[in-house]
């Protein structure tokens, strides 16, 4: 809906031409972080599946910054397809929200996080949003 209004208004305004141009340049930033995410999350399923963290370390490493881009390329993708445009509060948001997430998994797996360290992070992280929001306005 959104992008049929915003196509609507660009007719008005601009020659037809550069309507194609800018709709094909919407699409393509709706389609790569879709595309990414979707790609990440294929390449989570086959390290889960064809490796085990215990036989070498690298393999937790890779995990974590495949599920670090997945949190980052699913999080612009669904403000992207919520308000049409990333502003910079909303893509520190999603890095903010997508790195206290992964904190949280790491102490998770580690079996390591109580729930009083649950509830510190968890501040620290709403304090982490609120914090950049403010300083990016």
Known sequence: MLLAKKSLTIIHNRPLGSFVIINLME????????????????????????????????YAAL???????????????????????ISAKNRYRVISVSLVLLILLMFRTAQSLSWVDGIILILIGFGLVFYISKRST
């Open 27 to 58: 699409q393509s930033k709706h389609k790569l972080s879709g595309l990414l995410a979707l790609a990440s999350l294929a390449g989570l399923a086959i390290l889960m599946s064809s490796t085990s963290p215990i036989d070498n370390i690298i």
């Open 63 to 85: 995990f974590f910054f495949l599920a670090l881009i997945f949190l980052i390329s699913l999080g612009l993708f669904a403000v992207r397809l919520q308000t049409g445009e």
